[in-house]
Structures are given as C-alpha cells and as structure tokens.
C-alpha cells in the first residue's frame, strides 16, 4: 500500500528530472545544429509535455504487476524502448528536430539510447550497493541475535 501512496511523488520526481534534463540536452541540441543555445517559449510546453509521458511510462513499466518478476535490467531496456517509441511522434509532431535530417535523428537517437544506459547504470550500481549494505546489516543483525 505505501507503494501505490508514493506513485504520485514518483511521477512528479520522473517528470522534474526527465524536464530538465530534456531542457539541457534541447540548449546542447540547438547549440550544435541550430548555432544557437536559446530554447523557444512553446517548446519548453512541449518538451514538459514529453516529460510527462516518458515519466508515466515508466511508472507503468516499473509498477505494472506484468513488470514486476523481470530482472531490472529488462524492465530498463523495455522503458527506454517504449520512450523512444512514444517520444518519437512527438518530436515529428512538434517539430523538434528537422524531419530530412539523418544526422540530426541519429545524433538524437544515440544521445537518446546513451542517457538511458548512464542512468540505467547508475540504477543497477545503486541497487547493488543497496544489495551489499542490506546484506551486511543482515549479517550483523543474524550475529547479534546468535550473542544475545
């Protein structure tokens, strides 16, 4: 029950993060193709508006009982292909990047699949070192219940 009442905080923690980094990477995209770093008012809407179903998305793939016995790492590589599928109409859509430009896609394509093996790196380091300290504490716990 307290993971359905943490959902809420989790989508607006997925939406803020995955809004700024989107807002970053748009300044570093426009910069290398557009020579210029500035980001159009309707665009931040937009790019919040991707924010907002990328994050949805992966409170369904991380929450979804379907989900649940994967390994984390099949439940990361299933988010990252679902986001790209559902943020790929969007940037057609909204024009985000030039539709006949292969250099511009593949450049968004790979910096897309890059941030997600950084962060699903990050995700399978922390879960590890979570892994290591609840053992350790496991063990100390089972140690002082053998002296007591």
Same mark, same amino acid.
């Given at each position: 029950m307290d993971e359905q009442k943490n959902i809420?905080?989790?989508? *607006?923690? *997925?939406?803020s993060m995955a809004f700024t980094f989107a807002i970053i990477a748009n300044a570093i995209f426009r910069r290398v193709f557009d020579?210029?770093?500035?980001? *159009?008012f309707h665009v931040i809407f937009q790019i919040l508006l991707l924010a907002v179903? !990328?994050?949805?998305?992966?409170l369904f793939v991380t929450n979804a009982k379907i989900?649940?016995?994967l390994l984390t790492l099949w439940q990361l590589i299933i988010n990252m292909f679902a986001c790209l599928a559902a943020t790929i109409p969007l940037v057609i859509v909204f024009r985000l990047i030039p539709l006949y430009s292969p250099a511009a896609w593949v450049t968004f394509i790979t910096i897309f699949i890059a941030s997600f093996i950084i962060v699903s790196a990050i995700i399978i380091i922390k879960i590890k070192l979570d892994e290591k300290r609840y053992n350790r504490?496991?063990? !100390?716990y089972k140690e002082n219940?053998?002296?007591?």
């Open positions: 809420p905080e989790k989508f *607006l923690q *997925l939406t020579g210029d770093g500035g980001i *159009l179903v !990328n994050s949805g998305i992966s989900f649940e016995r504490q496991l063990s !100390n219940q053998k002296h007591d």
